[in-house]
């Protein structure tokens, strides 16, 4: 069996933005082939406003500036059946993605004695990553004992240039600007490998265990030139090994429960200018338990607690200063990973509603912090820092039903809060706690003649960390129509159709700054596409260091 499929869209906003990609699966009993490729042009026009609380009045900036890119993706799977016990997955994929970031930006001040200025910038990022993945599976009998093992490779490489300057208000435009250069190079390398054993015993009980190990590898360099001459060498060296096991059991038609036990040690160098900042080591133990009791399909409740540890990306950990035209970077080596314990307790009711309880108590919290340099007004200082422990509590709802046969709606909400302990410009510690608050609603409309409407809404306010979102909305809308059994495929869609997906931005820390940031989402989307052939298969992701990549962008 085979299917080919084609297509593309084109999205009409204050700038144009095309896609095109080619989908390709081939199947027999014993290979399954997948191969996709896109291509992606994307321009977006973005301002921003920024007022900042100085100590001697206030600060304003202004910005636009236009981001164009272009990326290529692509993916290749190859699945072989070699019998009834045995299977083998290789799967490759990445991207490499040029990107340009064009920036006006004016500075005004309240207090005459600073002068006000302009602030150019002109930026190429080409990124790109390649990741590959090795699995294999052994069946070994009919009652459902298997062996796993994974093993994958994936390298991001991100060369960055930028150029700026920044000149009084009264000398624009620039005769001959001083021009300040920042150029880095990083690479990444992450090797994963990992293996689980699943075995069950005496018809209800299920064992597991598994060990995996996984290697972070970085070299950055960064090269400053202008009013800040700076040449800096980066490296990271780190090693996790963890093993787990776990219990599980259907104690009863109605009652299901798990529980595992799991050990991670950590190793971590990193060095700068060829000196070592620091070398340590980290080992965590954790448990997990499950339990959850399911009547029919109209009622089942269930309660969960896991530990677990979130390490912070390689990015946040990188001592290297970063200075561009309105900021100073800089990671922190120095960060502990976040350790989350967390309880959840759900019910679903009538096979439509969904609640949802939960608590976490985060240890070692990771913030990102920015804050205005009372000495430099005009410099933005940027860090990541370990925040106190803090708890979170949530709630959610979720409803799903198909209430006629031509409509279905899905409403979701949800409610969080947690603290975030803080010095205000006074020195007295507060507690931002105010509630996020999230809703969305989904309807689909099926029309006459094969005709799919679609209409959604979402809306989100409040606290994360130390900023505090403003109101922010979005009206969506999209209409598709099917020719030929369902093989050509057009649709179109409307974003922001109110004007109010805009953040708003205010910081609770000393200089209270509040950020607007606009990018203007309304836009208007044709898509079409093409399917030849038919095919079952379906293309399933089957790498195992997901969270890992997140770390290494």
């Not at 980066?234 to 299901?256: C, D, F």
């Not at 960390?465 to 649709?491: E, H, T």
Request: proline share 3%.
């Amino acid at each position: 069996m085979y299917a080919v499929k084609v297509g593309g869209d084109y999205t009409q906003s204050r700038m144009g933005s095309g896609t095109v990609f080619g989908d390709g699966i081939f199947n027999t009993k014993y290979v399954g082939i997948t191969a996709y490729y896109a291509y992606e042009n994307r321009d977006i026009r973005v301002f921003e406003d920024n007022t900042s609380t100085l100590p001697m009045g206030w600060m304003h900036t202004n910005s636009s500036y236009k981001i164009s890119s272009q990326t290529n993706k692509y993916r290749v799977s190859i699945d072989l059946k070699l019998n009834q016990k045995h299977s083998l997955q290789l799967q490759a994929d990445g991207f490499a993605l040029t990107e340009y970031d064009d920036k006006t930006e004016y500075a005004q001040f309240s207090q005459v004695t600073l002068p006000n200025f302009y602030t150019y910038s002109l930026t190429e990022s080409s990124p790109y990553q390649f990741n590959s993945s090795l699995n294999y599976n052994y069946q070994i009998d009919s009652i459902g004992q298997r062996l796993k093992f994974v093993a994958d490779y994936c390298k991001y490489r991100n060369t960055f240039n930028q150029q700026f300057y920044s000149t009084l208000e009264e000398d624009m435009p620039p005769t001959n600007p001083f021009m300040n250069y920042n150029n880095a190079n990083s690479t990444f390398n992450l090797y994963t490998l990992s293996a689980g054993y699943v075995k069950p015993f005496l018809k209800k009980w299920t064992f597991e265990t598994g060990a995996k190990y996984y290697a972070i590898t970085s070299n950055s360099q960064t090269d400053i030139l202008g009013s800040t001459n700076l040449l800096q060498n980066t490296s990271t060296n780190e090693q996790n090994i963890g093993v787990y096991a776990s219990l599980s059991a259907a104690l009863s038609p109605s009652i299901y429960m798990t529980a595992g036990l799991r050990a991670e040690r950590m190793s971590r160098e990193l060095g700068k200018n060829s000196l070592k900042q620091i070398d340590t080591s980290q080992i965590n133990l954790f448990s997990s338990f499950l339990i959850n009791y399911k009547s029919s399909n109209n009622f089942s409740i269930g309660f969960s607690y896991s530990g677990r540890i979130s390490r912070p990306s390689i990015r946040a950990l990188d001592p290297a200063v970063i200075v561009d035209s309105l900021s100073n970077q800089q990671g922190n080596p120095y960060l502990e990973s976040s350790l989350i314990h967390s309880f959840h307790l759900s019910t679903k009711l009538y096979n439509c509603l969904t609640i949802r309880l939960g608590y976490r108590y985060v240890l070692n919290p990771i913030y990102f912090v920015a804050y205005k340099d009372f000495d430099n007004p005009q410099v933005t200082n940027v860090r990541i820092v370990n925040g106190k422990n803090t708890d979170v509590y949530t709630a959610s709802v979720i409803f799903d039903k198909d209430l006629f046969k031509w409509w279905s709606v899905s409403l979701s909400g949800s409610i969080s809060t947690n603290k975030y302990l803080y010095l205000d410009k006074d020195g007295v510690q507060k507690n931002n706690n105010t509630p996020l608050t999230y809703f969305s609603t989904q309807n689909n409309f099926s029309l006459p003649w094969g005709v799919l409407f679609n209409l959604g809404f979402i809306w989100f306010k409040g606290s994360s960390g130390s900023i505090y979102n403003g109101a922010s909305s979005n009206l969506f809308a999209s209409i598709q129509k099917n020719w030929f059994n369902q093989k050509l495929s057009v649709a179109l869609s409307a974003n922001d159709i109110l004007r109010q997906y805009i953040t708003y931005e205010t910081s609770v820390l000393n200089g209270n700054n509040l950020n607007v940031y606009d990018s203007d989402s309304r836009s208007i989307t044709i898509s079409i596409s093409y399917k030849i052939g038919q095919s079952l298969y379906k293309y399933v992701s089957k790498a195992g260091n997901e969270e890992e990549q997140r770390r290494i962008r």
